[in-house]
């Protein structure tokens, strides 16, 4: 298989990871990285799917991943942050890579813990699974789902965007060729948001300041460093590590 007539053995050697599949149906790229790490593959392995039947977001949501789009999975092995800053962090990446593209600085929103948001609607979302031997972490999945070229289903009119909406050129290559390489090197970061990607986060934190009702009520507040989502509740601050967001 080929990607944008690019065959995967050379997409491999273009961003410097060990290994890449290119496949034109997968049920899900994320459970392929799970498939191919309990057989030994390396960190950095990347599988991209033309499709999936059955890619999913946080708590068992559904992904619609129609051709045109891009649906992919990397590999990553100790050491890697914790789990909430890694969801943080490839949504830095991503959000700066998106500006680079339309050419318009921090221009892109996060949405804790894992949605990428251009002028209020998701562009792409992030799930992140570790796999664990009792106490010890195997490896983690990072799977990816970005629009790009990809037809929006009817009944996300209005909450999804495409890049085709912004750029009606754009390919999925010249997303990846700025994507790859800087989400290789996220091991070698602390376990926790150093101070200055906390600034950057702050910059794009679509939800600070807005009232929420889930998972817990009150007004995000930022977030902390290894992660959490702050929420002043109004008799105190309280600290989420995981859930679905929902407005009030």
Same mark, same amino acid.
């Given at each position: 298989?080929?990607?944008?007539?690019?065959?995967?053995?050379?997409?491999?050697?273009?961003?410097?990871?060990? @290994?890449?599949?290119? $496949?034109?149906?997968?049920?899900?790229?994320?459970?392929? #990285?799970?498939?191919?790490? =309990? @057989?030994?593959? /390396?960190?950095?392995?990347?599988?991209?799917?033309?499709? @999936?039947?059955?890619?999913?977001?946080?708590?068992?949501?559904?992904?619609?991943?129609?051709?045109?789009?891009?649906? $992919?999975?990397?590999?990553?092995?100790?050491?890697?942050?914790?789990?909430?800053?890694?969801?943080?962090?490839?949504?830095?990446?991503?959000?700066?890579?998106?500006?680079?593209? #339309?050419?318009?600085?921090?221009?892109?929103?996060?949405?804790?813990? +894992?949605?990428?948001?251009?002028?209020?609607?998701?562009?792409?979302?992030?799930?992140?699974?570790?796999?664990?031997?009792? %106490?010890?972490?195997?490896?983690?999945?990072?799977?990816?789902?970005? +629009?790009? *070229?990809?037809?929006? /289903?009817?009944?996300?009119?209005?909450?999804?965007?495409?890049?085709?909406?912004?750029?009606?050129?754009? &390919?999925?290559? %010249?997303?990846?060729?700025?994507?790859? /390489?800087?989400?290789?090197?996220?091991?070698?970061?602390? *376990? @926790?948001?150093?101070? $200055?990607?906390?600034?950057? $986060?702050?910059?794009?934190?679509?939800?600070?300041?807005?009232?929420?009702?889930?998972?817990?009520?009150? &007004?995000? =507040?930022?977030?902390?460093?290894?992660?959490?989502?702050?929420?002043?509740?109004?008799?105190?601050?309280?600290?989420? &590590?995981?859930?679905?967001?929902?407005?009030?």
């Amino acid at each position: 298989m080929t990607l944008d007539d690019i065959p995967a053995n050379l997409l491999a050697r273009r961003w410097g990871v060990p @290994q890449c599949g290119v $496949f034109r149906t997968l049920s899900s790229s994320l459970d392929a #990285i799970h498939e191919v790490a =309990a @057989q030994g593959a /390396p960190a950095g392995t990347v599988v991209i799917a033309e499709e @999936q039947t059955a890619g999913r977001g946080r708590d068992g949501r559904t992904w619609r991943s129609p051709a045109g789009g891009l649906w $992919f999975g990397m590999l990553l092995r100790s050491p890697v942050p914790v789990l909430g800053a890694l969801s943080l962090r490839v949504g830095l990446v991503l959000a700066d890579v998106v500006d680079d593209l #339309i050419g318009r600085g921090d221009s892109t929103r996060l949405k804790w813990p +894992n949605d990428v948001l251009l002028h209020d609607r998701k562009v792409a979302g992030i799930l992140c699974e570790g796999r664990w031997q009792g %106490d010890t972490l195997q490896w983690m999945a990072v799977g990816i789902g970005m +629009n790009v *070229a990809n037809e929006v /289903p009817a009944e996300l009119d209005g909450r999804a965007i495409t890049l085709r909406e912004l750029l009606p050129d754009v &390919r999925r290559i %010249d997303v990846l060729d700025r994507l790859i /390489p800087p989400l290789v090197r996220l091991t070698a970061h602390g *376990a @926790q948001l150093t101070e $200055f990607e906390c600034s950057a $986060f702050a910059r794009r934190d679509w939800l600070r300041g807005r009232q929420i009702r889930t998972p817990i009520s009150g &007004r995000a =507040a930022g977030i902390r460093p290894d992660g959490a989502l702050l929420v002043d509740t109004g008799s105190g601050t309280t600290m989420v &590590r995981e859930g679905h967001v929902e407005l009030s």
